[in-house]
């Protein structure tokens, strides 16, 4: 099925186009949107269908993870199975950001999100664009990469559309988006570990976690 394409301001993004991916997303579709630094692909967690077509549009293996983004932590204590003192110092620091936490995913997660490993892997973004959206549907959205696996992460709006057309069903392009992307740190053990290092550094990391 052909992709639409929806230009979209980055910083007041309409509420038409915002309703209309909302209005995707609860139909099983995939969206693709800007967030802070790139544009990432997006769906229903809860949906294993919709999960299903991220998999198969970035050609992704089933045994990998799909990260989360989230409005609040409210809503990321809701898809967390224990919520840590270092869960707590991360988010309050960083959140809304570039970083990205893992935790033990609560029940209410599917494990197929998890890549079956049971971990999630989730963010509060500062996009207004994913922040709309999130508002409007009022649950967590799955956020990962906009690029086919493997490949670089598509940077622009039309990017997306000539790399996965047809693979996914809208894009909304607000232009140009660079940048290193998110940092993610992994606290489900006894000493926490970057797996990714992208705008924050390690260093900021171990400053607000010393001691915990």
């Given at each position: 099925?052909?992709?639409?394409?929806?230009?979209?301001?980055?910083?007041?993004?309409?509420?038409?186009?915002?309703?209309?991916?909302?209005?995707?997303?609860?139909?099983?579709?995939?969206?693709?949107?800007?967030?802070?630094?790139?544009?990432?692909?997006?769906?229903?967690?809860?949906?294993?269908?919709?999960?299903?077509?991220?998999?198969?549009?970035?050609?992704?293996?089933?045994?990998?993870?799909?990260?989360?983004?989230?409005?609040?932590?409210?809503?990321?204590?809701?898809?967390?199975?224990?919520?840590?003192?270092?869960?707590?110092?991360?988010?309050?620091?960083?959140?809304p950001g570039e970083l990205t936490i893992i935790?033990?995913?609560?029940?209410?997660?599917?494990?197929?999100?998890?890549?079956?490993?049971?971990?999630?892997?989730?963010?509060?973004?500062?996009?207004?664009?994913?922040?709309?959206?999130?508002?409007?549907?009022?649950?967590?959205?799955?956020?990962?990469?906009?690029?086919?696996?493997?490949?670089?992460?598509?940077?622009?709006?039309?990017?997306?559309?000539?790399?996965?057309?047809?693979?996914?069903?809208l894009v909304l392009d607000a232009g140009p988006a660079t940048g290193?992307?998110?940092?993610?740190?992994?606290?489900?053990?006894?000493?926490?570990?970057?797996?990714?290092?992208?705008?924050?550094?390690?260093?900021?990391?171990?400053?607000?976690?010393?001691?915990?």
């Amino acid at each position: 099925m052909p992709t639409d394409l929806i230009e979209i301001d980055a910083e007041r993004p309409s509420e038409r186009a915002i309703e209309r991916a909302a209005a995707a997303v609860r139909r099983g579709q995939v969206v693709a949107i800007p967030t802070d630094a790139l544009y990432s692909l997006v769906c229903d967690p809860l949906n294993l269908h919709a999960v299903g077509r991220i998999f198969s549009a970035k050609g992704r293996e089933q045994d990998r993870a799909l990260p989360m983004l989230v409005s609040d932590v409210v809503m990321a204590e809701e898809l967390t199975k224990e919520i840590s003192a270092r869960f707590y110092l991360l988010a309050r620091h960083f959140w809304p950001g570039e970083l990205t936490i893992i935790v033990q995913a609560s029940s209410r997660v599917p494990l197929k999100v998890t890549g079956n490993t049971g971990r999630l892997a989730m963010r509060q973004s500062k996009s207004k664009v994913a922040n709309a959206l999130l508002e409007r549907l009022s649950q967590p959205l799955i956020a990962t990469s906009a690029n086919l696996s493997g490949q670089p992460t598509c940077t622009s709006g039309i990017e997306v559309f000539g790399v996965m057309d047809g693979r996914v069903d809208l894009v909304l392009d607000a232009g140009p988006a660079t940048g290193l992307g998110a940092t993610t740190v992994d606290i489900t053990e006894p000493y926490w570990r970057v797996i990714k290092e992208g705008v924050i550094p390690e260093a900021a990391i171990a400053e607000v976690l010393k001691g915990s």
